[in-house]
């Protein structure tokens, strides 16, 4: 009488895992690397839309416009979060924390006054370092004068 065998041999098995811990050790490691860099851009494009709208908010109140609510809320709008952390808000009157973008020189309803310097400026994301960003180092602050 036969017998009939049924299952998985152990090199089979061993196989399986061999070929899941390669592919692993592919995916994690870029996996890792999408994420750094979309924390990268998302950072960047942050600075770069504070800093768009504070121009536009500038040339709309030098044209005769009024400041119609604070950049700060209109940036936060949808309640947008620090890149990497999601207990702070992206964008902030005060000193910047990892991953948030922060704009100084608006008046106390977080509007541009003209000829005061607003600087915009932030720090680096979490688990991302300077030689990540763009040319090989931190987004510097940028400054506009409003007329």
């Known amino acids: 009488m036969k017998k009939v065998q049924s299952g998985f041999t152990l090199i089979e098995l061993m196989i399986v895992v061999a070929i899941i811990a390669i592919l692993a050790a592919i995916a994690i490691p870029a996996y890792q690397n999408y994420i750094k860099t979309s924390k990268v851009s998302t950072l960047v494009s942050n600075m770069q839309i504070a800093h768009q709208m504070v121009k536009s908010e500038a040339a709309k109140m030098s044209a005769g416009g009024a400041c119609a609510t604070s ?45 005061n310097t607003v600087t915009v400026s932030t720090v680096v994301a979490t688990g991302t370092v300077a030689a990540d960003y763009p040319g090989g180092q931190a987004p510097s602050n940028i400054t506009f004068t409003p007329e």
């Open 71 to 115: 950049l700060i809320s209109a940036l936060n709008e949808g309640d947008k979060r620090a890149v990497g952390d999601p207990s702070s808000n992206a964008f902030t009157t005060g000193t910047a924390t990892a991953g948030q973008v922060s704009i100084a020189g608006l008046d106390s309803n977080g509007c541009p006054v003209p000829a």
